[in-house]
């Protein structure tokens, strides 16, 4: 795996601080039934690593023991691990928002047939993949039948009640570029996908949000490969809008991976860069909120992404 964070610390980035936690997300592990162009993560079917039953309880108690409301599952596949049935129901228990990062595929997938039933069951909110209405397009980024897949993943959510009006039941779609460029504006795009997926399909949904890909792990080594890393970063930092910075996910967010450990993002726990002043990494069963509230957070220059233009976040553009 080519390694670009020498790349990336040569663009400095603002220093910025954490203001508080509102959302933990929790990296579940690295397998997918997928191997998408875009991933940051490196996931497929072929990768192993998954959170251990020790490691999921003392996420768990710190959830419990600082009162955390909103939990974001993110993987490779989330709904892969052998304990993610578990771990929504417990989590619906405590009274806690679960959204999951689903690659919509995987609930056609032998053996979860009736995960979608259980998300409806646990109100959790689904965050989908889908990074174009257009059938070539998709299959391009994310593989050969996955639009198909993905059409009949949205058809089944539709008909338990996600993304119909009045619902309960969220369903929002997740936009990601097709290579080396920026998104388009977030609005216009939701009302290009809802017109398309109902005149098409019947199918509904929430809403849409664009997510610009970051040039770390197997996209980023996909830019290097094509010569196209160091005119992307460039994309990037000429886009650069500070008005972003008050919102960027970070300052809100702490991201847990599948051994416990704490980044200040997935993109940092993807490189592996640890939190700002730390000698060692911090861990789940140990932390206090203490040891995260208000402190600066690691920056490169991979950052630039959820700052250009209209911004990105887990949750779509920022301005």
């Known amino acids: 795996m080519l390694d670009t964070l020498p790349l990336l610390n040569k663009i400095p980035f603002p220093a910025i601080n954490r203001k508080k936690i509102d959302i933990l997300q929790i990296n579940l592990g690295y397998r997918c039934n997928q191997q998408c162009l875009h991933c940051h993560v490196n996931a497929g079917p072929n990768r192993s690593e998954e959170m251990s039953h020790e490691v999921l309880l003392q996420t768990l108690d710190f959830i419990k023991n600082y009162q955390i409301k909103i939990v974001d599952l993110t993987g490779g596949a989330p709904e892969m691990h052998p304990e993610y049935t578990y771990l929504i129901e417990v989590l619906h228990n405590l009274d806690v928002k679960v959204i999951d990062r689903c690659n919509l595929t995987i609930l056609n997938e032998p053996g979860y047939e009736n995960l979608a039933e259980k998300l409806a069951e646990n109100q959790v909110e689904i965050m989908a993949s889908m990074p174009c209405y257009l059938e070539e397009n998709v299959n391009k980024q994310r593989g050969n039948g996955v639009f198909e897949s993905s059409i009949k993943a949205l058809k089944k959510l539709n008909q338990l009640g996600y993304g119909k009006k009045d619902s309960p039941l969220i369903l929002n779609l997740v936009y990601n570029p097709q290579g080396a460029s920026l998104s388009p504006e977030q609005v216009k795009l939701e009302k290009d996908y809802k017109t398309f997926l109902v005149d098409q399909f019947g199918i509904t949904f929430n809403q849409l949000f664009t997510i610009t890909n970051v040039p770390v792990k197997r996209f980023g080594s996909t830019l290097i490969s094509k010569n196209e890393f160091n005119s992307y970063m460039d994309l990037l930092q000429s886009a650069y809008q500070a008005e972003n910075l008050e919102a960027v996910m970070c ?62 976040s887990c949750g779509g553009a920022l301005t």
């Open 251 to 312: 300052r809100y967010q702490l991201s847990i991976d599948w051994q416990g450990y704490i980044y200040d993002c997935d993109f940092n726990q993807m490189l592996d860069l640890p939190l700002k002043n730390r000698d060692e990494k911090l861990h789940i069963g140990t932390v206090s909120l203490n040891d995260l509230h208000h402190r600066e957070i690691t920056v490169a220059g991979h950052c630039y992404a959820c700052t250009a233009g209209k911004g990105s």
